[in-house]
């Protein structure tokens, strides 16, 4: 009995031992290669200076590009986001001292000048001041925005006599529209002034001068013709 029992206790001793994992072994060690890669953190790569700047000379000379592009098409102002303003602005902020950004600035200073002195000669004196104030904000210190000004201050005080006309009336060549032409050739001949017609196409402005000419036959008219989207007539008093 004794050697029955001493027997199965000598066989629970070796089930225990297989079924569980040895203590007395050491812990699996991790191989060089892998302990090196734990220990060294990755390392920063420094960009290289060279193409930083090539690639900042590539993203001005493209933005200079763009920007002497919308000059040419009259994108001066807007689209804010793809008007030539908005480029040469860009470029000025990498570099203030840009010769290309900064003519590309003056030209659309001198193009808003020249859109405010052709709007004066048409008597469009809103117009001219809205492009006064558009060269402001390219330029609040442009000298020549102060010149300007003064001149259409001027053309706002002086004598000068206004007709707008209805565009419809003179497309119809109704009677309305060739008796306010008469009345106005009338006024031309009794203060001797100049006329300045503007209107949308050549033949519908010849057609107004023409009318203006039969009302007072017989006497030299004097004046010019511009077209623009507008219809209307100036009279310019003799010593403006």
């Known amino acids: 009995m004794i050697r029955l029992l001493l027997s199965i206790l000598l066989t629970s001793s070796l089930l225990l031992r297989c079924a569980s994992p040895d203590e007395s072994e050491p812990p699996q060690q991790a191989s060089p290669a892998e302990a090196i890669e734990e220990l060294v953190e990755p390392a920063v790569v420094e960009p290289d200076p060279r193409v930083v700047e090539q690639a900042r000379q590539r993203l001005i000379a493209d933005t200079l590009f ?7 098409d009259n994108r001066l102002l807007t689209p804010v ?11 000025l902020a990498y ?10 600035m003056e030209d659309i200073v001198q193009r808003y ?23 402001r904000f390219v330029n609040p210190e442009h000298a020549s925005i102060e010149a300007v000004n003064t001149q259409l201050q001027a053309g706002m005080s002086a004598d000068d006599m206004f007709y707008p006309l209805d565009y419809r009336e003179l497309a119809n060549r109704s009677e309305l529209a060739q008796q306010e032409l008469a009345e106005i050739a009338l006024a031309a001949r009794e203060q001797g002034a100049f006329f300045l017609i503007t209107a949308p196409n050549d033949e519908l402005a010849r057609w107004m001068f023409s009318v203006m000419r039969q009302a007072v036959e017989g006497y030299r008219l004097r004046g010019n013709i511009e077209l623009t989207s507008r219809t209307s007539v100036r009279l310019r008093m003799p010593g403006d």
Request: no cysteine; hydrophobic share 45%.
């Open 95 to 104: 570099e203030p001292d840009n010769a290309i950004a900064l003519q590309g």
């Open 81 to 91: 986001d793809d008007s030539a303003h908005a480029r040469f602005a860009r470029v």
């Open 113 to 135: 000048l020249q859109l405010a002195r052709e709007n004066m000669g048409k008597g469009l004196f809103n117009e001219a001041e809205e492009m006064l104030e558009r060269a």
């Open 66 to 72: 763009e920007g002497l592009q919308a000059l040419d």
